[in-house]
């Protein structure tokens, strides 16, 4: 099949999120200016750029009280956020934690999570989370929307800490066999990393015979 994404799909759904897939989650953390703390996860994310770390996320659609996500106005008053990873073992309290609920409502609490104090930004991060990834934003780019009411927002941000639990590193590397990072597929799917297979590039194949 073909279609110009201008014009409707024909399917029953709207088959690009199944198609770019699958897409890891930034649970993201933040704190407003009063104090609030608020969590939520993301799918429009991943990693930019490694040296330094670059994590990019797309916030869409505005609350159903109205007026942007809590996580995008807390990002754009305070500048800071913590991308904490999900797995496989935290998928229950990450569902839980995306309820469109009104501003006052802690999903840390929702969620049965801990939240605990981050070193260098003021949201805290998830205890219960392997991975946390202190950031401060770089930039909020406007993306084209097909619905003025719909708004797309993008946000850059810089990882200026990260903290990796022991449990998940084997030898001095992250270890897949036991962290599971959870993703997004299509629709309500979902994968998690339960195994790995390796490549060598080509030109690192290269060096490895010349260097024998
Ligand atoms: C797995 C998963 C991925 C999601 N990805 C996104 C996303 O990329 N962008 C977005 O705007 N909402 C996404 N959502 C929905 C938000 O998590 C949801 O709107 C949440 O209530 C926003 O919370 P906030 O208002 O506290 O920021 C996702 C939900 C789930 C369960």
Redesign the pocket.
Known sequence: MFYKTSDHHGMKHNPFKALVSPRP?GWISTQSTDGEL?L??????NAMAESPPVLA?????N?IEGGA????SNIRETGEFVVNMVTYELRDA??AS???VGRAVN?FELAGLTPVPSEIVKPPRVKESPVNMECKLLQVIDLPTSNPEVPNIMVLGQAHAIHISDDIITDGMVDMSKYHPLA?LGYRDYTAVMDVFSLDRPDQARQDRTHR
């Open positions: 989650i608020n939520a996860p993301f799918s429009f994310f996320m797309a916030f869409t659609g609350h996500k809590d996580s995008l990450m569902n995306s309820e469109m999903e997004r």
